[in-house]
C-alpha cells in the first residue's frame, strides 16, 4: 500500500491513505460535499502523492523540533503554495493547517483559470503572470495539476450586460488582454450547445482550468521535499507577541518559535487575525455549485456569463436586481471534468458560516443555466456542494505584511480568485518575507489601507 506520511512530533502522522481512499472519499462526502465532488469530478481517485523523507530532515535539523524560519497558518492553495515558494527560495517554513490540506475553500471550487474575470489593474496583472507560472507548474511541482489552456466564453444575454461587457473588455484590451466579441454563429462554432437565442460572447483563448484539490496538495507535497514541515489536523490557537513582533504560533502540542508567520487562513483569517490583535475585513462569501452526472465530453471551453462578472465585481447589483435568479445572487459558470459531469454554478450571497445549500439557489442555478444552454435540461443532477469565497470589504486581496506586528504577513481576500492567483500569491509573499523585489507594486492589496 502506497501510504503517505508526514513526520511529527517523531509520530507518524498519516495526511492521506491511497489504501483506503474510497472509504475515504465516502466519509469525505457523508462530512463535506464539497470534498468529495472534487476528488471524484476531478478524478481523483488515483491521484495521491509520496512524501520525499528527504527535504523533512534536514528541516528539523536546522529549525528544530519547536523552531521555523516562517509559520504558515492554513493549508488551502495559499497556504501551500507560500510554503512553497518559501522552501524552494531556502528556507524551511511550518505549514500548519487544522484540517487536512486542501480540506477548507480550496476544494469547494471550480479550477478556473480565468483572466477574463478579472478586474483590469493589478488583479489582472497578477493573473496574467500566475497564468505563465501555471504553465510550467505540472513539470516544477513533479505532478499533473491538469492545467489545460482550452479558452473561454464569457456568454451575454442581455444589451444591458453587453454594455457592461463593453466597458470591461476595453480596460482589459488597454491592459493587453486578447479578448474579442463574437456573434451567435461563432459562439456555437465553439460550443455547439449554446443557445440560439444567446446573442453575443467575449472570447479569449488566455483562458484555463485546474484541479484545485491537486495543486494544493502538489503543493505541499514539493514544499515538504524541498524542506518543509507540513502538520495537519494541528490549529493554531495564538500567536505570541513580544515587543510588537512575532515570536511564536501555540498548537496543542506547544509553541513553535519563530520570527515570521503568515496568515492564510482564508475565511477563518479574521480568527487568526484576533490572536494578533490584527483585524482582518474579510468575510465568506458562499457559492453553490450542482454537480450533474457523467457524459460524453461535449463542452470545450471555460464558460461564464456577463451577469458573472457584474456580480462579482459589485455585490449591490444583487439587491437591486428584478429577475429572480439576479436578485438570488445567480450567475452562470459551468465546465465539465475529466470524468464528464458538469460543474454548473454559482451564486454570490452572504451567510456568515453556514454551508448548508438552499433549495431555491440549487433550483435557480439549474433554470439559469438551462437559458444557455438548453439541452442541460436532458441531464439528472446528481448532487451539490457549497464553499465559502474569502470576501474582502474592498473587494481586493490583502497580500502584505501587517505593519503593526513586525514579522506578520497575511495572503487572502482571493474571494473567487484563490485558484487562478495562488502561484503568484504564495511567490509573492515570499519575496516579501526574503524583502526581495517583488514583479508588482503591492501598495493596492496591502493590509495599511485599512488602517487609514
Ligand atoms: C463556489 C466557488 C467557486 C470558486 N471558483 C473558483 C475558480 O473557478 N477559480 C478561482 O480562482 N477561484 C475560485 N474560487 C475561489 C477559491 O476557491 C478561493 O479563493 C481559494 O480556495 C481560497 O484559498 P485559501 O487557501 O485562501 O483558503 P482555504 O482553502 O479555505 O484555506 C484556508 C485553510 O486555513 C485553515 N485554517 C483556518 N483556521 C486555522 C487555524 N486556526 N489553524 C490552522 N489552520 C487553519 C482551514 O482549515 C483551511 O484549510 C471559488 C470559490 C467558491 C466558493
Redesign the pocket.
Known sequence: MDNLFVEKSGKRDRIFDVGGRQAAQQEAFNQNKAKALCMSAKGMQGAFFSFSAAGSDCSKEEAGMNKADAVV????????STAYYLARAGLHPVL????G??????????????LQTKKPGLPLRMAMSSAKLYEGLTEELGYDIQYRRPGGLVLIETEEMKKIMEGVVKEQIREGMEVEFINNDRIRALEPLVSKDIPAAVYSELDG?VS?IYT?RAFAKKAAELGAEIKTH????GVHIEDGAVAGVLTDEGEIRTDIVVN??????P??GE?MGTPIPVRP?????VVSEAVARVLQHEITDARYIAIKHDPSLVERAKDPTFHLGISL?MEQTENGNFLI??AREFAGYNTDARFDILKGICEYSTRFFPALRNLNMIRC??????YCEDGSPIISPISTVKGAYI??G?????????PITGRTISEMILHRETEFDMTPFSYDRFLK
Open positions: 497558518i492554513g493549508g488551502g492553495i495559499i497556504g501551500c500548519l493547517e487544522k484540517n490540506i486542501g480540506e477548507g475553500t480550496s476544494s469547494a471550487c471550480d479550477g478556473f483559470i480565468m482550468d484545485p494544493t494541528t490549529p493554531v490557537r492564510a487562513a482564508g475565511v477563518w483569517s480568527m487568526v490572536m462569501r458562499r457559492g453553490h455549485i459558470s454554478g454559482s456542494f457549497v464553499g465559502m469565497r474569502p495572503a487572502t482571493t474571494e473567487g480568485d484563490g485558484i487562478a492567483l495562488a
